[in-house]
């Protein structure tokens, strides 16, 4: 007698017939239909005028603000004349070497930013040296720097002293220096007045700060 065994069917893959065998080909997938574009925006047509307004005018204010910061850049004579300014605010304060210090590096670095000069890395000698023959500053101009920057070392190097009357001289003169291409412009340069030497004391000659 013989015995029929129906095979029983393993979980995987399934050599039966029918079943994905030899002999069968496989089930293709389904094909489903290509879908479309989908929309970016179904609201009312208004609701975009007015997104793309509002972008547009906040691009705008960014813009004129840009443009406000970039126009409020100080050149390095309004610099040099609101540093001055703030000096002469606190003019009875600090020491004299300390206001000698500022009212020079001031100045130093106008004529550094402004002109070109290397006045902030030059010894008050090397700079005056540099300017003789130069058409930059008449003679009366050359003269009273060199007196300022005399001065200013002075209070910087020889422990000088200054009145109240001598430090507001000597501002007065960096401004009227940071002012003289405004007067040349004008046909117009007036020599500004330096404050006197304390009797007994000769100023010194350092280098710049």
């Known amino acids: 007698m013989t015995n029929s065994t129906t095979p029983v069917q393993q979980p995987g893959i399934n050599f039966l017939p029918g079943a994905g ?11 489903h239909d290509i879908v479309g574009p989908l929309p970016f925006f179904t609201g009312p047509l208004w609701v975009i005028v007015a997104v793309v307004l509002a972008v547009a005018v906040a691009g705008g204010v960014f813009w004129w603000f840009a443009g406000r910061r970039k126009s409020k850049r100080l050149t390095p004579r309004e610099t040099a004349l609101r540093e001055l300014e703030k000096l002469r ?13 500022v009212v020079s590096g001031v100045l130093r670095r106008f004529l550094g930013e402004a002109l070109g000069l290397a006045a902030p890395r030059q010894t008050t000698e090397e700079f005056m040296e540099s300017l003789r023959g130069s058409l930059r500053f008449v003679p009366a101009e050359q003269e009273a720097l060199a007196e300022f920057l005399h001065r200013s070392d002075y209070l910087k190097y020889a422990q000088g002293e200054a009145t109240a009357e001598q430090r507001e001289a000597l501002i007065v003169a960096a401004e009227s220096f940071v002012r003289s291409g405004e007067a040349t412009e004008k046909g117009s340069v007036t020599p500004p007045a330096i404050p006197q030497e304390t009797p007994g004391k000769t100023p010194v000659n350092k280098e710049a700060p």
């Open 21 to 31: 065998g030899a002999g069968s080909a496989p089930t293709p997938a389904p094909i």
């Open 89 to 101: 605010a606190s003019l009875s304060e600090g020491s004299d070497h300390d206001f000698g210090v």
